[in-house]
Structure formats: structure tokens, C-alpha cells
């Protein structure tokens, strides 16, 4: 490891580590770091952490050397991104880590807003946002913006079948990283992975509005290599099952998939080869009522969030399996499942929120 010429150390600990894993990032690495040196709040400190790059990006950030805010650390070797990002947890001297990937940009407001909700929020342990898109050249992907789950009940909930927090676009307590560490043999989804262990612990929420800029360019990983994204993502929501002591076969964590994301006819039929009828719906019942038990039992992810979830994707299937069988069939197994209790709590919970909002718009006008 090496301290680059220009770096400096601030002389008091800064409110704020914002954290940039570069590795051969000379197109991107610049716009990342001014917009984090353009930030209205000015309490931090931009830690940027050049992984063994080949290319001219620890010349592009040494253009940026005269800045007191940032310290730059050069790998002698490329160690991958979750090996960088545990080290700079451990260079990292600010009360909040905010982590900014190299080729995504921040909004001005992002540090000033998170720093808020944490202040004011000291139940919470990270806090995350929107995420508005980007292309190649930096311009505005308007018909792109990803609107992550808000509560920390409903975060915690979707790990099970995709990652609800977005790792640009989050700011934790450093304090929370004395139990956790991103797991060194995930290349790939690294964050996913954290997050997933994290919420059994930790609460995480996400505010409702776009404060990172998400690029979106020919060299992701998560385009050049869609397979291996993929058997992440399974593994650990395998890893998770298997916490709640689940004991499944590859089939059942393609099918889980296909049941948690509300995968319709055509979907199922093609990533599961079988089509989604009463036969498929019996195999969902018995996996919700298989999840719904241990989670009782172990509460791993919180309630009501979680069995409203389950009973939602219950309803999903029965509605789907009624096109394709006979609905005598089709009500036999809704009638006899265990979730039917909580499918008229999940029914209930939509009818309040429904009389809520109208009220809303009642007293508005």
C-alpha cells in the first residue's frame, strides 16, 4: 500500500468517510470525485483507494491532489473490490461511511440529506436512497430511476429474493462495521451479500429521492457477465434459506425466484419448464407455509412486513394458477392453506391504506 504524492490528512476526525474503490476507472474516476468535492455538506473526508489499476487512473485522481478533503491510497495489487472496501472501512476515521462506487456520481445534496436522517434517526443504521440513471457520456437516462423499498421493515423483508439497498448510494455507521465485513470470496453482488446479513442486526432505510446517479455503460460487470450476477445472487439467497433452515433443491431457488418477483405464465414456464398451474401452485403453497413457520419461530425478518410479503405472493399465484386449472382445484388449495389467516390481514392492511389515502386527498382539497 502506498500513500499517493498530493494526499493529505485532515488534522480532526470528519463527520463523513466517503469511499471510492477505483480500479482502472480513468473515464469515470474524475466526475465521481467532483461531485463529491461539490457536496453542500462539508464535513468529510474522500477517501479514494486505487486497486492496482493499469491504466491512468492514479494520474487522473492526483489531479485532484491539492483538495485537504482527500486522501488517496494506491494498491500495489489488484485485490478486488470487496478486499478494497474492507480496507477502507479500516482507513476510514469518519463517524458515517458513505460509499460511492468510481464510475457513479452523486447528487450535491446526498451527504447533507443522509446525515440528517442519521442524526435524527439514531435507531438507524444505514441509510440509502434513489437512484436516478446515466449513460456512458454522463447524460440523463430520464426514463430510468430505481425506487428502492423505503421502511427498514420492507428492506429487511425483499433480501430474501434481491437486494433493496443500492450500493452507491448508501451511508452507515461506522460503528456497525466492528460485527461485519463485506465477505472477500464475493467478486461479484459483495453488497448484496453484506446487506443480507446485516438486517438481521441492523435496520436500513432509503430515502425517496434520487441522490446518486447510477452509470450505466458497455463494461459493468453486470452486463459483461449476467451469468455470474446471477449465481450470486441465488447463493445467497440460498445462504439465507438455509438460515431459516430450509432444505431445498436447485429447482426450488429458481422457482422461489419466479414466486417472490410475481414471474407470470410465460416466465415460469420458461425458467422452470413447467407451467403455472395447480400442480405448480400446491409447490407454493408448501414453500410459503415451509417460510412462514421458521421465520415465526426464529424472526429473522421482520413482522407483520414479512407475512404481508408472503401473503401477496400467495394471492399472485392463485390468480395466475385459476387461468390455467380448474378453479374447484384452485380454491381447494386456497382454502386449505395456513396463510389464508394472513391473506385476510395483508387483504385488511390494502383496504386501510386504501381509506388513508382517500381521507388524504379529501382534507387536501
Known amino acids: 500500500m502506498n500513500i499517493l504524492p498530493g494526499s493529505t490528512t485532515m488534522p480532526t476526525p470528519p463527520r463523513v468517510t466517503v469511499l471510492i474503490p477505483a480500479f482502472n476507472a480513468e473515464r469515470f474516476v ?27 487512473t492514479a494520474t487522473r485522481i492526483c489531479t485532484f491532489g491539492r483538495d485537504a478533503r482527500l486522501r488517496v491510497v494506491s494498491h500495489c495489487k ?23 462506487d468510481a464510475d457513479d456520481v452523486c447528487a450535491p445534496e446526498r451527504l447533507e440529506r443522509q446525515v440528517a ?41 425483499r433480501m430474501l429474493f434481491e437486494c433493496s439497498l443500492a450500493q452507491s448510494a448508501i451511508t452507515i455507521r461506522r460503528s456497525a462495521f466492528t460485527a461485519y ?23 436500513f432505510t432509503n430515502l425517496p429521492e434520487p441522490l446518486t ?20 445472487d441465488l447463493q445467497i439467497q ?19 425466484e419466479c414466486v417472490f418477483k410475481f414471474k407470470g405464465r410465460r416466465p415460469v414456464l420458461e425458467q422452470t419448464g413447467a407451467p403455472l398451474d395447480v400442480d405448480y401452485l400446491r409447490w407454493v403453497r408448501a414453500w410459503l407455509e415451509a417460510l412462514f413457520e421458521p421465520n415465526a419461530q426464529r424472526g429473522i425478518y421482520p413482522e407483520p412486513a414479512f407475512t404481508h410479503m408472503l401473503a401477496a405472493r400467495w394471492l399472485f399465484a392463485i390468480r395466475k ?45
Open 213 to 232: 446517479c447510477y452509470r450505466r455503460h458497455a463494461a459493468q460487470v453486470s452486463i459483461t457477465d449476467t451469468k455470474s450476477q446471477r449465481m450470486a
Open 321 to 365: 394458477a385459476a387461468r390455467n386449472s380448474p378453479w374447484r382445484l384452485v380454491a381447494i388449495e386456497f382454502i386449505n392453506a395456513r396463510l389464508l389467516r394472513a391473506v385476510g390481514l395483508y387483504a385488511w392492511q390494502k383496504v386501510k391504506m386504501q381509506f388513508t389515502v382517500r381521507n388524504s386527498d379529501v382534507d387536501a382539497a
Open 30 to 56: 474524475g466526475a465521481a470525485i467532483e461531485s463529491v468535492l461539490a457536496q453542500t455538506f462539508k464535513d468529510f473526508e474522500l477517501l479514494v483507494i486505487d486497486d492496482g489499476s493499469t491504466d491512468s
Open 181 to 203: 465485513r463485506y465477505d472477500e470470496s464475493f467478486w461479484i453482488a459483495q453488497d448484496y451479500e453484506l446487506w443480507a446479513r446485516m438486517i438481521v442486526t441492523c435496520r
Open 238 to 256: 440460498a445462504r439465507q434459506l438455509a438460515a431459516l433452515g430450509i432444505q431445498y433443491r436447485d429447482e426450488d431457488l429458481i422457482r422461489h
Open 78 to 100: 489488484n485485490l478486488g473490490r470487496p478486499a478494497t472496501r474492507n480496507h477502507g472501512i479500516d482507513l476510514a476515521r469518519g463517524e458515517y461511511i458513505a460509499f460511492l
Open 117 to 157: 436522517h442519521l442524526d435524527s434517526h439514531r435507531h438507524v443504521t444505514g441509510v440509502g436512497s434513489w437512484m436516478s440513471s446515466i449513460d456512458d457520456h454522463g447524460c440523463p437516462l430520464t426514463d430510468q430511476t430505481y425506487a428502492l423499498p423505503r421502511d427498514a421493515d420492507n428492506i429487511a423483508c
